[in-house]
Nanobody, 123 residues
Framework: VQLQASGGGLVQAGGSLRLSCAAS????????MGWFRQAPGKEREFVAA????????YYADSVKGRFTISRDNAKNTVYLQMNSLKPEDTAVYTC?????????????????WGQGTLVTVSS
C-alpha cells in the first residue's frame, strides 16, 4: 500500500488549500481514510476521517466548520479542503488508511501511512 499526499504550501491566514492523498496497491474503495497533522514540537493529532463510501465523516473540534474531507473512489483519492486557515493550522499533514470500512479517530486504528505534506499559514 502506498499513499502519496500533496497540496501543501504557504498560505496567508484566512486562505484556503486543498490536500490530496492518492492511494495505490489495494482496494481503496473498501476502507476508511483519515488525515492527521503534527505541528512543530507537538504530538500528532487527528484532523478528519471518512468512511469507505464517503457517507460518514468526522472532524476534530478545532477544524469543524472549516475543513471538509471527501473521497473519489474512482480516482483512489481522498481530499482535505481547508478553508479559513489559521496560523495554528501550521503542521505536516499526513493521510492514512485502515483495513476497515468505518471511520476512526485514533492513529493506532490506521494501518498504512503516507508521507506528510507541509502546510504553513502565515499571520
Amino acid at each position: 500500500v502506498q499513499l502519496q499526499a500533496s497540496g501543501g504550501g504557504l498560505v496567508q491566514a484566512g486562505g484556503s488549500l486543498r490536500l490530496s492523498c492518492a492511494a495505490s496497491g489495494r482496494t481503496f474503495s473498501s476502507y476508511g481514510m483519515g488525515w492527521f497533522r503534527q505541528a512543530p514540537g507537538k504530538e500528532r493529532e487527528f484532523v478528519a476521517a471518512i468512511s469507505w463510501s464517503g457517507g460518514s465523516t468526522y472532524y476534530a473540534d478545532s477544524v469543524k466548520g472549516r475543513f471538509t474531507i471527501s473521497r473519489d473512489n474512482a480516482k483512489n483519492t481522498v481530499y482535505l479542503q481547508m478553508n479559513s486557515l489559521k496560523p495554528e493550522d501550521t503542521a505536516v499533514y499526513t493521510c492514512a488508511t485502515r483495513q476497515r470500512p468505518a471511520i476512526a479517530t485514533m492513529a493506532d486504528d490506521y494501518d498504512y501511512w503516507g508521507q506528510g505534506t507541509l502546510v504553513t499559514v502565515s499571520s
